[in-house]
């Protein structure tokens, strides 16, 4: 499945590709200017990507806490002493 795959990713980055070079060489603006935009547009989805990442990771962390429950707290009212572990009674 993989193999038939790999082919047809070659070929769409490849069009892309070509479809940005086209453009570029049509484009009615200078070269400086569309690398401009280029430069620039790439930093705007490099944030956007990174302040998402931030988000998802706060998200997946307040998740866990909210759905795990603390087990330091959980355990603190359990009476165990050093006999009761290593003879495995409580």
Same mark, same amino acid.
């Given at each position: 499945?993989?193999?038939k795959t790999i082919p047809y990713l $070659? $070929?769409?980055a490849g069009?892309?590709?070509g479809g940005v070079a086209l453009g570029m060489l049509v484009s009615p603006q200078s070269g400086r200017d569309n690398r401009e935009m280029i430069r620039? +547009?790439?930093n705007d989805m490099a944030?956007? $990507?990174a302040q998402q990442?931030? +988000?998802v990771k706060a998200d997946v962390s307040n998740e866990m806490k909210r759905n795990f429950?603390?087990?330091y707290a959980a355990t603190t009212d359990i009476e165990l002493d050093e006999n009761d572990v290593l003879t495995g009674k409580a």
């Open positions: 499945m993989a193999s $070659v $070929v769409a069009a892309f590709l620039r +547009k790439s944030n956007y $990507v990442g931030r +988000k429950p603390d087990l």
